[in-house]
């Protein structure tokens, strides 16, 4: 299946922060086909770095989508059932508007100058995209990581625009121990010389401090065992210690290399804005009443975490859940064992494609 | 003891799922009602009553295989442990509680039981009769703790952790002032009407307050 990567624009955003965006780009794909009825849409919601490309091969770049393994032809999403959509994040740096866009008012990019946004700023984006496809509700948004929050989002301040929810490895607010990885990548950014307050699009981009922050989010993606796995103490292309700061481990080595691939499709100031929307995220709003946050929501939910889990813990999947079962909510939770640790909703797939699968098989005979 | 009541039987639910206390389930609830079933297994019942009688189905189980099982199956159910999850329902929210071959596995019976009745309007609990004869004569010539046939475990792995018999609950339900609305008693895939206490493998009650 080749795919293409498509672009809506929008005239104007209204932003959380009281200001707004004009001329709004919005690059997405889609798979499948809606029905007469326009009652099989599912938008697909992706991760920190992920982009529109959620499956298929693009027909840019030759390369599968981020959750192939997840979506097409009789997979968990699948699109000879479901029309499937997936789109850039506003402040993103894969087609859609983002601090690396040109501002049209002065033709230059945004860089700093771009606003800063929330988690509801970009399911708000979502939302105008879904009204141009020219659907009303959508059977169900489904996403790992930043998209369970996107998910979360779209349930409450939509209720009637979605039948279905699915939150993966998420959480409904950044706690301390996000905010601080966060801000150690953020730091990682700015104190790089080439970062220059963020004007680096007509020169070196911060290409070394993206990269250390990169590092940092691989290391909060695995596990200890995954980690232990896949590396062990096991030294990279040499015998005995190099008795100097070269690579010396297989670790060493994976983290540098994920690190340049990063930032050769990623923009640093899109490190910096995104990760604060979802530093700002709280679907309590600062209340803390969990409850208050979903009594509007009509989703049905289904919700998983993974047992490796660490930067985004079931704790904080089974609060969500304990919330929705209190209000007689319709909800379905499981945690999934996995030793792949936060990544697992990206690469360790078997049992979450059986549970979404037929949670959304369900969902369509109830409530398309 | 509550006279036991003789129903039509819609064999298809137990046929289907090859259990006699599910065929009777399936009889007793209501179409169109909302069903929480404790320890729901891979939510075979469950999946049958949304299909079958439309509905409003949750289901929660401690294993985390069988929780996700359920779910593949299309039924809302989610990995707890039901000595703690109960707390978290509002008064009422339940037509029907279902706790089906499970009560003895509880930690605090009377607990789960006054909780099922004030999360639902009504409790269905299945459970085995550890007052049949074949029990009791086991004990009686063996000497050893009884297996029987419908939970064949060794004392030391069994998930069993509360004996009783028919006659046991009979009593806890008068002392408790629970209404027994209707009762049936299973010896295999047969109904008993006659000394249950001795005769019946397991029990079915549909109780409220």
């Not at chain 1, 008012?105 to 141009?132: H, N, W």
């Not at chain 2, 049936?184 to 019946?200: E, K, Q, S």
Request: with cysteine; hydrophobic share 40%; proline share 4%.
């Amino acid at each position: 299946m080749t795919v293409e990567t498509h672009t809506a624009q929008f005239e104007s955003i209204s932003l959380e922060n009281g200001t707004s965006l004009s001329s709004v780009l919005v690059a997405y794909q889609t798979y499948g086909e809606l029905n007469a009825a326009k009652s099989n849409a599912i938008l697909i919601l992706h991760a920190f770095s992920g982009d529109a490309h959620a499956a298929g091969i693009s027909h840019e770049t030759g390369k599968p989508g981020w959750w192939d393994n997840m979506i097409g032809p009789g997979k968990a999403f699948d699109t000879e059932k479901y029309f499937m959509i997936c789109s850039n994040v506003l402040g993103g740096c894969q087609g859609t508007t983002g601090p690396s866009s040109i501002n049209s008012e002065t033709g230059c990019p945004y860089a700093m100058s771009f606003p800063v946004i929330t988690m509801g700023d970009m399911v708000r984006v979502q939302t105008k995209l879904i009204d141009f496809l020219g659907i009303e509700r959508l059977l169900a948004v489904a996403g790992g990581s930043m998209g369970g929050m996107q998910a979360l989002e779209w349930a409450v301040t939509y209720p009637d625009r979605v039948a279905a929810a699915v939150p993966i490895a998420t959480t409904a607010r950044h706690t301390p121990q996000q905010i601080a990885f966060n801000e150690v990548g953020r730091q990682a950014i700015m104190a790089d010389p080439d970062w220059n307050d963020g004007n680096y699009y007509s020169s070196r981009p911060p290409n070394r401090g993206l990269a250390i922050a990169r590092m940092v989010g691989h290391i909060t993606y695995m596990s200890d065992e995954s980690m232990r796995e896949k590396f062990g103490r096991r030294l990279r292309e040499k015998e005995k210690f190099g008795f100097d700061f070269s690579v010396d481990f297989e670790v060493e080595s994976y983290l540098r290399y994920r690190g340049s691939q990063f930032v050769s499709r990623f923009d640093a100031n899109s490190y910096l804005y995104i990760t604060k929307a979802e530093d700002y995220f709280d679907l309590t709003n600062g209340t803390g009443s969990l409850a208050s946050a979903f009594s509007k929501a009509k989703a049905r939910f289904l919700v998983i975490s993974f047992s490796s889990d660490w930067l985004y813990p079931s704790y904080q999947s089974q609060e969500i859940v304990r919330v929705l079962r209190r209000s007689n909510h319709d909800v379905a939770y499981c945690e999934l064992p996995s030793n792949y640790g936060h990544d697992a909703f990206l690469v360790d797939v078997a049992e979450q494609s059986e549970v979404v699968r037929g949670f959304l098989a369900s969902t369509y005979k109830e409530r398309a | 003891m509550a006279a036991a009541e003789q129903i039509v039987r819609k064999p298809f639910v137990g046929e289907l799922l090859g259990r006699e206390d599910f065929a009777i389930i399936g009889d007793i609830v209501e179409p169109n009602s909302k069903v929480l079933d404790l320890g729901c297994g891979e939510g075979e019942l469950l999946q049958w009553l949304a299909e079958n009688k439309g509905v409003e189905a949750r289901g929660v189980e401690i294993s985390a295989t069988k929780a996700q099982r359920a779910i593949a199956r299309g039924v809302s159910a989610y990995q707890g442990d039901i000595d703690e999850v109960l707390e978290d329902y509002s008064d009422q929210a339940f037509d029907y509680v279902i706790l089906s071959q499970t009560l003895q596995e509880t930690r605090n019976p009377l607990r789960v039981l006054r909780e099922m009745l004030r999360v639902g309007r009504r409790a269905i609990v299945a459970f085995p009769n550890f007052g049949h004869w074949s029990v009791r004569l086991s004990l009686l010539f063996t000497g050893k703790a009884p297996k029987p046939p419908l939970f064949p475990y060794e004392w030391y792995d069994s998930p069993n952790i509360h004996f009783l018999t028919v006659d046991d609950f009979d009593q806890l339900a008068r002392k408790e002032g629970f209404t027994v609305e209707r009762c049936y008693f299973i010896a295999g895939r047969r109904r008993i009407t006659l000394l249950p206490n001795v005769l019946a493998e397991e029990a079915v009650y549909l109780v409220r307050k």
